[in-house]
């Protein structure tokens, strides 16, 4: 098998295709049912298996390594992989050191966390340093830890070298997983190489404020050195300023610095084997657009799994299937949307996993943008005693189960492979946009509410009718902005001053703009900065988002129920809406142009009414038109896929460029008109 990656697509024996893959845990499977899984995996439509190969099961102790099946026959990792490889399928290796997968520890050896507690994560508080976080874990750059990793991917390389591509079929390698864990708030002195002036946190310090005296001038406290600063120094003389410098510290430069020595530790691979990472699911992409910016060999992918927020749900349907596909594909250009785990089976038992609703979903997730799955998972297993989270059970629900055999799912999930492979060429299809949605791309943007606001106005112009297309308003050039047919653009408090003048400058060459969230009031670095507020002639007050009880809006005698703060703000123009309490401006519309500084929260259908509403005073209207059941998804190829993501029969009238159709679709759904 051939096998290549672009950055729009996956290429298979030639051609592009759909990257198919199925999770299985060998480690948690008897041998003999391992060839069975494998065939069940196949015949369901897979050209690609993943597997972690966790460092707690292979080194049980700190001198001793098992990849031959000597201590434990499921251990025999050689005659698991020539068994993928005579599969003929595409091998996706996960050797941690941190794989999660519902294990024990998060599959760190016990024995490294019992010899190196100090490497711990922290936390400065009440004049000490104390734990935090989960009661066995590492940070990932502590010296400890680096060092029994880099001897760890050492003894994995040693065994797999014989099967990397091109000669074997492992064509991927995943560097740890689902960062950033519990290192996020993480003070430990010796984690952040406090001391040193070659220490992480020292480096960084000198990167963003060059000098002692530099640093002493942000925060309004004199500093003597910067490798004796202290980040809880920081915190105490200036909250906000250090909220945005832990969250540039840890994603500008901890953990790209991270998966740097990781990739070292892997030595050198051959050209073909793609190394990648997982954001845990789409607003976590966030956390890696600057990793992948400092590292752009690094393939990122998303993990998608609406069952943690209950059944399938058009709001979880639209968040994961479209609104992280668009996402990924605006932030993450080095390759393409793909998710590393994909809903295959609830990890719980209850609810009941339907087959239905399964399908619906793997056809979801590849007409709203993403290019590969690997479901996530795809055979159950057992544990063994003390290995994992849930006790003994790894059932998952899993399509494929303990033994290899099929479960009730199984056909479902069959049958949406086979579609997809049919109708890939119109679902992988760019879809035709009609709107721009600007998102923020902040380091550690999901620690922020901003994450939220984006992620809701996104469901809200779907609503409406739209087709959005996420676009990064930093990066992207003047003269693209322009020529947007609209754009809704979801901003903070702070907003780069580069931004704020393209923004203004696009909005004086016509560009319909809507600003929601908050009119920017300072940049990047916290310092005031209302150019665009000035441009459009507005004055705004500072105001954190949040929570406000029965906050509501009044526009053309309807009360609009928002839930959220209104930011206090004046300025020419009309006003289309006001805070029911106050009185005050909540939209104002200029010539070209509207303000609703609120987040939206998607509560009621009537916050997507009032976008539509407000895109239309602008002249911006969908491509589509329809109810609230069926979902249009217009493509630049001239088809639209509709989706029926309902458990019943939906009858429905959509507008269409060309005209009117009635469909009728059956439960889990969908139609290419």
């Keep these: 098998m051939d096998f290549s990656i672009t950055k729009e697509k996956f290429i298979i024996n030639g051609q592009e295709q759909p990257l198919l893959s199925g999770e299985i845990h060998y480690f948690r ?156 708030m993480d003070e430990n002195p010796l984690n952040l190489g406090i001391g040193d002036k070659n220490g992480l946190f020292p480096t960084y310090l000198a990167k963003t404020y060059q000098d002692a005296q530099g640093l002493s001038r942000a925060y309004g406290k004199a500093f003597e050195a910067l490798e004796q600063v202290h980040p809880h120094e920081l915190r105490e003389a200036d909250p906000k300023r250090w909220e945005r410098d832990k969250l540039a ?115 979801w997730t590849f007409a709203g943008g993403w290019k590969g799955i690997n479901m996530y998972l795809f055979a159950g297993g057992v544990n063994d005693p003390d290995m994992g989270f849930f006790g003994t059970a790894h059932n998952w629900q899993a399509p494929v189960d303990k033994t290899g055999a099929p479960t009730e799912t199984y056909a479902s999930i069959q049958k949406s492979l086979a579609d997809i492979q049919k109708d890939y060429p119109v679902l992988s299809a760019e879809n035709r946009y009609d709107i721009a949605l600007g998102i923020p791309t902040d380091p550690g943007l999901i620690w922020t509410p901003l994450a939220n606001a984006a992620k809701e106005a996104y469901f809200a112009l779907r609503m409406a009718g739209f087709t959005p297309r996420v676009v990064d308003c930093n990066t992207l050039p003047l003269e693209a902005l322009k020529a947007l047919p609209g754009l809704f653009l979801v901003s903070g408090e702070c907003m780069p001053r580069k931004t704020q003048e393209k923004i203004a400058a696009a909005i004086a060459a016509g560009l319909p703009v809507v600003l929601n969230g908050r009119i920017p009031t300072r940049d990047e670095h916290r310092n005031p900065c209302t150019v665009l507020a000035q441009a459009l002639h507005l004055e705004a007050e500072e105001c954190a988002f949040g929570p406000a009880e029965q906050e509501q809006i009044l526009w053309d005698d309807t009360v609009y129920f928002l ?56 002249g911006v209207t969908p491509l589509c038109r329809t109810g609230r059941y069926l979902l249009p998804i217009p493509k630049a190829s001239g088809h639209t896929v509709v989706l029926n993501p309902h458990p019943c029969q939906v009858t429905e009238t959509i507008g269409l460029p060309g005209g009117q159709v009635t469909c009728t679709l059956e439960l889990y759904s969908y139609q290419i008109l």
């Design 249 to 363: 510290y840890y994603y500008t430069h901890y953990y790209p610095i991270y998966f740097q020595r990781l990739r070292a530790y892997l030595g050198e691979l051959p050209k073909e084997v793609t190394l990648f990472h997982n954001a845990y699911n789409p607003k976590a992409i966030s956390l890696h657009v600057q990793n992948q910016q400092e590292n752009p060999w690094l393939n990122v992918g998303v993990d998608n799994y609406y069952s943690l927020f209950g059944n399938l749900s058009l709001r979880e349907g639209v968040y994961f299937c479209e609104y992280g596909a668009q996402y990924a594909k605006a932030v993450l250009p080095g390759n393409p949307p793909w998710v590393i785990e994909q809903e295959c089976g609830y990890w719980h038992d209850y609810p009941q996993a339907y087959g239905p609703e399964l399908y619906i979903y793997n056809l």
């Design 563 to 618: 839930g959220q703060t209104v930011q206090p703000f004046r300025g020419e123009g009309t006003v289309l809406g006001v805070e029911t309490r106050e009185n005050a401006p909540a939209i104002l519309l200029g010539k070209n142009w509207a303000v609703a500084p609120f987040a939206l929260e998607n509560l009621f259908v009537t916050l997507a009414e009032l976008t539509g509403k407000l895109m239309k005073k602008l």
């Design 29 to 184: 499977m008897p041998v003999s049912a391992w060839e069975p899984a494998l065939d069940k995996l196949v015949e369901a439509g897979c050209n690609a298996v993943a597997y972690y190969v966790p460092w707690f099961v292979h080194q049980p102790q700190e001198d001793v390594f098992d990849f031959r099946g000597t201590l434990r026959e499921s251990n025999d990792l050689h005659k698991w992989i020539a068994l993928t490889q005579k599969k003929g399928l595409i091998g996706i290796l996960r050797p941690g050191p941190y794989v999660y997968a519902e294990t024990r520890d998060l599959g760190l050896p016990r024995w490294f966390t019992a010899k190196y507690p100090q490497s711990h994560p922290t936390r400065f508080s009440q004049g000490e340093y104390q734990n935090y976080g989960f009661e066995r874990y590492a940070s990932h750059n502590n010296p400890d830890f680096l060092a029994c990793t880099r001897r760890w991917y050492q003894a994995v390389m040693a065994e797999i070298r014989p099967y990397l591509a091109p000669q074997g079929n492992v064509w991927m390698i995943q560097l740890c997983n689902e960062i950033p864990g519990d290192d996020n």
